[in-house]
């Protein structure tokens, strides 16, 4: 069961900190979310699929045990994705990097203050294709204030933004393979090309088949309960692996209010496009006939556009989500098999013969964190993954034509036992001076010092098998970065240096690096398009920087930022 206590901290009768202590029990389960008539066993949180939520507030101590079970048969870390673990890089969950991966039977202790942040996060596991069942709610409130309660009737508030109630709607995907036999193909020399899940889900649950539901033991589609008059915040969360999912509410619509657990202004749509490791908060007033309404949804930037992730929205059965962590969530528990209102929304077809940004240009920020983005940075450093099929027949993603890398030791443990731990100024200097990419040959890190301000280039590329251009959803550990140009084909700095298409940038920790229509022939690893971030460095650590596709991050779509590592406090001790 996952443990939660509380306990309040007092020196001097001086309220210091709120620790709040959980644990993590991992282990093996057999689990059938979509009605196949078929299970398969993956890691669970509790034995249960979902995870648990984990619900926090602002300027808390969290202490976390993760306990992975001796029957597992599998090496294992969480990350909480979208925390900025300011001061506990080591608590960051990325094996290899910030810790070693825990093996059957050990046990890990992640200790972190939740610091200057409220909003949606979540957290998943950080190894192989884990995530595709370890996955949950990571809630921060801004104030005690702001909990759900199903004590009183109170608003609820953050910002400029009050509700009555909230929910979260978490997508996912499910492949009817064995976990082992999927990590064999992505990572092996039979790979040719990834393979779209069988099913969507949403907070865990769909109908594979509605024609034929083959188990007996069918719940159908996930539900969430709503009151006649109230307005809801509806905290959606992407916890795909490969595919991003728009979704759509019947007679609904949406105003999103947060990105990636930032607040921005109001912005009304009545469908989202949700990348793997997004999140967004939408209002949603239950302002309709009190009927039950169908959420639809529409796979992007897959192979084939063909989904069956349903749920329901459901008016008149009032539902509480009960404060802290429940043993069995309130938010995975009511289930149906049809609406009553019998409209399915219909969202916009992929397509890729057209620029297929999403709207996250035309939205704003509640106040702006910065000053004037047009204004050239300290440097701009190009990323131009390229898939590569290798000598051996295995496929990889080389960076800027640099193999993977793994570290071994974790890259924590190697820069503890140096007797310099400064950042390497020589491999910025030499960037500065344009004779680098700015990479660390001897860390194989990109070092930043904390108060630069550096823009990032990342493109997609032409893949070779098949011969298509496609999108990429690149997360940043341990900061936020504003997303602010883009455009297709290859960026040539001196061409593109001053191009700005985000006129309003906001805070993510996830973005969107859009294909564009290629040219008609184009070889593999022929650049298709760009996306340009800008990060403002502040926090010390050593960050994962990576693609969001579990699968292309395994096979080598990622790196890691080391931010001014003699400042990092472990290595202060």
């Not at 007092?10 to 210091?16: E, G, H, K, P, Q």
């Not at 890691?43 to 001796?70: C, E, F, H, M, W």
Request: hydrophobic share 35%; proline share 9%.
């Amino acid at each position: 069961m996952l443990s939660y206590y509380l306990a309040l901290l007092f020196i001097a009768n001086v309220v210091l900190a709120r620790v709040r202590e959980l644990e993590i029990n991992l282990s093996v389960g057999t689990v059938d979310p979509d009605c196949f008539g078929q299970g398969y066993d993956r890691l669970l949180v509790d034995g249960q699929y979902p995870a648990p939520p984990i619900r926090v507030t602002k300027g808390d101590q969290v202490r976390i045990t993760v306990r992975n079970s001796p029957d597992s048969n599998r090496l294992t870390t969480i990350h909480y994705h979208g925390i900025f673990q300011i001061g506990t890089t080591e608590a960051d969950g990325f094996p290899g990097v910030t810790q070693e991966a825990i093996p059957p039977g050990g046990i890990y202790q992640q200790n972190f203050q939740i610091i200057d942040q409220a909003g949606t996060f979540f957290y998943h596991a950080h190894s192989d294709l884990q995530e595709d069942s370890i996955y949950g709610a990571f809630i921060v409130y801004e104030s005690d204030d702001a909990w759900p309660s199903d004590q009183d009737d109170h608003k609820l508030r953050e910002g400029p933004y009050e509700y009555d109630e909230e929910r979260v709607l978490t997508l996912s995907e499910w492949w009817h393979q064995d976990e082992m036999e999927r990590l064999d193909y992505i990572m092996g020399p039979n790979f040719a090309g990834m393979k779209d899940a069988d099913s969507y889900l949403l907070n865990g649950r769909t109908v594979y088949d509605p024609n034929q539901p083959t188990s007996q033991n069918c719940e159908g589609y996930s539900v969430i309960d709503v009151e006649p008059g109230k307005v809801y915040r509806l905290r959606v969360i992407g916890a795909t692996t490969f595919g991003a999912l728009g979704i759509s509410i019947a007679r609904h619509t949406m105003t999103i209010i947060e990105v990636d657990g930032v607040l921005i202004q109001p912005y009304q749509t009545t469908t989202l496009q949700v990348a793997p490791g997004q999140r967004f908060s939408v209002l949603l007033s239950a302002d309709q006939a009190a009927e039950s309404y169908y959420i639809n949804s529409q796979a992007y930037f897959t192979m084939t556009p063909r989904t069956n992730g349903v749920g329901i929205l459901r008016y008149n059965l009032p539902h509480h989500e009960k404060r802290g962590l429940a043993t069995k969530p309130d938010i995975f528990e009511p289930h149906a098999y049809e609406a009553s209102v019998t409209d399915m929304p219909v969202l916009p077809p992929p397509d890729p013969s057209i620029n297929q940004e999403w709207f996250f240009q035309f939205m704003k920020p509640i106040t702006p964190d910065y000053g004037d983005f047009h204004q050239p940075p300290d440097r701009t450093v190009i990323i131009t993954p390229v898939e590569r099929r290798l000598p051996d027949g295995t496929v990889r993603w080389l960076i800027n034509d640099r193999m993977p890398t793994e570290y071994d030791p974790p890259l924590i443990q190697q820069i503890a036992r140096m007797d310099q731990r400064q950042v390497n100024s020589t491999a910025i200097d030499l960037h500065i001076d344009g004779y680098s990419d700015g990479f660390d040959e001897g860390r194989k890190t990109f070092p930043l010092e904390t108060g630069e301000i550096v823009d990032f280039v990342i493109h997609t590329t032409m893949l070779e098998e098949p011969n298509i251009c496609v999108g990429h959803p690149w997360h940043t550990h341990g900061m936020v970065h504003y997303p602010i140009a883009s455009g297709p084909g290859e960026y040539i700095h001196a061409r593109d240096w001053n191009i700005r298409t985000y006129p309003t940038p906001i805070a993510k920790d996830t973005t969107m690096v859009y294909p564009y229509p290629p040219p008609e022939t184009a070889p593999g690893g022929t650049p298709c398009g760009w996306t340009k971030i800008r990060l403002y460095v502040s926090n010390p650590g050593l960050w994962g920087f990576h693609c969001h596709i579990t699968g292309h991050m395994m096979q080598g779509m990622m790196t890691v930022l080391e931010v001014s590592p003699e400042q990092i406090p472990i290595f202060q001790n």
